[in-house]
Structures are given as structure tokens and as C-alpha cells.
């Protein structure tokens, strides 16, 4: 057996647990849309096209240095910008809020996380996420909506907690709320790089499922990468776990 088996588990979300309904070009336009159209209600215009282009640099930035400012952040300084230096607090929630309420609807549990929920929780396994995210309320709300919430120990996020995977900040934030080392957990993500490499450089178990990962960037980037085991889905979670504790 092993001398510290694998009892608890950290899971990434998107691309993880739920995925993508269709693509989202469409969504991220019309859920664009309805934040400026918020704004407008407080006589503030701003352009779509401007706060996406932002958003853009935003994303650039943060994957060189693994530091989440948040969408918040970055709305509240591009108006600034613009001249909106005093908006209230309320306000921009209120647009965000607008904005999330459009491209939640896009997201969508995977058919197989509930049983294999069931199946970890019943046998006694300790459940976590960590999700790089640029709101912390959003990812809360999508947890909530499908119902999941009371099987997870903890859901943390890159906008809580400032820092992005693989950031080993991120891995040892998720590990405090255990109280336990690397060593007795496992990782299960869909990214080499974010999941994979970043739970690997602190020595815990990696678990990578590859039905949405992608084989592009990525892939090159992470070649050198190899997680300690591969699924093509959540069924065969449960099973790689015992097979790792009968070690």
C-alpha cells in the first residue's frame, strides 16, 4: 500500500467537470452587448469592441504572470480611461452580473460528474476545485446551478485567491484547506500546462483528461510534460484511484 494514499482530490472546472455547450464567439458577443447595454442605463458608453480588445491584453498578461487582476479590475480602469472615473461598486457588479448571465448559460455539466461525484464521496474521498477564473461570483453561481456545492470541501478561484495555475501559490492555497501535503493529493485537470505541470512541480498525483484538452499551443508547450495518468473520461477516475492506493 502506498505509505500516503491519495484520499483527496483537486479539480479543475472548465473543461473538467462541465464544458462548453456550443462555440463561443456568439456568446461572448451577445454577452458583451448586454454589459456595455447595462452601462448605457447610467449613461456610460463603452464601445464592446474596446472592452473585449481589453480583455484580450488582460488575458496576455495574466498568462505571463500568473496574477489574476480580475474582470472587475480591468472595467473599472479601462472607464476610468475613458473619463468614468467614479462609478460605484454596484454599478460595474451590475454589468459584470449582465455579462455572466449570458455566458453561464453556454456552460453545462459533463453527463458523467454527478455519478462520479457520487462514486469518490461515497467511498469517502475529499473533493476540492481551483479554477482559473477572472471572477470569483461567476464560478461560484455555475457550482451553485448545478448543484455540486455540498460535495466539494472548498471551490477557490484564481480571482480569489490573485494567483493562476500552475502558479505553485495556487496548488499550495488549494492544499491549506486540507491541511495536508502534496503528496496525498491528487490533481485532475484538462490542461498540461495550468493542471498538470503546476501540480507536478509540487509532487502531487496528476490525473489528466484529455476529452477537452487541447492539441495545439499548448501541446508543443507541454510536450515535455507527462501527467502519471491520462483518461479520456471522469468513469475511469474512480478506478485509476484505487489502482494508485492498492500501489
Not at 129 to 149: C, H, P, T
Not at 232 to 241: C, F, K, Q, R, V
Request: a negative charge.
Amino acid at each position: 500500500m502506498n505509505a500516503s494514499p491519495i484520499r483527496h482530490i483537486l479539480f479543475d472546472l472548465g473543461g473538467t467537470l462541465m464544458h462548453a455547450r456550443r462555440n463561443w464567439l456568439p456568446v461572448l458577443e451577445q454577452a458583451d452587448q448586454a454589459l456595455t447595454e447595462t452601462l448605457r442605463q447610467y449613461d456610460i458608453d463603452l464601445d464592446s469592441r474596446t472592452f473585449r480588445a481589453r480583455l484580450h491584453q488582460y488575458y496576455e498578461q495574466r498568462d505571463k504572470d500568473l496574477q489574476e487582476t480580475t474582470y472587475h479590475f480591468v472595467l473599472r480602469e479601462l472607464l476610468k480611461e475613458l473619463g468614468y472615473a467614479e462609478i460605484a461598486e454596484s454599478i460595474l457588479r451590475s454589468a459584470l452580473d449582465a455579462l455572466y448571465l449570458i455566458t453561464q448559460k453556454n456552460w453545462v455539466l459533463e453527463d458523467d460528474a454527478l455519478e462520479m461525484i457520487h462514486g469518490l464521496r461515497s467511498r469517502n474521498y475529499q473533493l476540492g476545485i481551483f479554477s482559473n477564473a477572472g471572477d470569483d461570483k461567476d464560478v461560484q453561481e455555475l457550482v451553485e446551478g448545478f448543484g455540486i456545492r455540498p460535495y466539494f470541501d472548498f471551490v477557490l478561484t484564481s480571482a480569489a485567491c490573485f494567483y493562476r495555475k500552475p502558479h505553485p501559490r495556487t496548488f499550495e492555497i488549494a492544499l491549506a484547506q486540507w491541511s495536508i501535503p502534496p503528496e496525498e493529493a491528487a490533481m485532475v485537470g484538462d490542461s498540461l500546462i495550468a493542471d498538470m505541470a503546476g501540480a507536478k512541480s509540487l509532487n502531487m498525483k496528476t490525473i489528466w483528461l484529455t476529452r477537452r484538452a487541447h492539441f495545439s499551443a499548448e501541446q508543443e508547450a507541454g510536450q515535455r510534460i507527462e501527467p502519471d495518468f491520462s483518461l479520456s473520461n471522469l468513469h475511469e477516475l474512480l478506478p485509476t484511484l484505487e489502482r494508485i492506493n492498492l500501489k
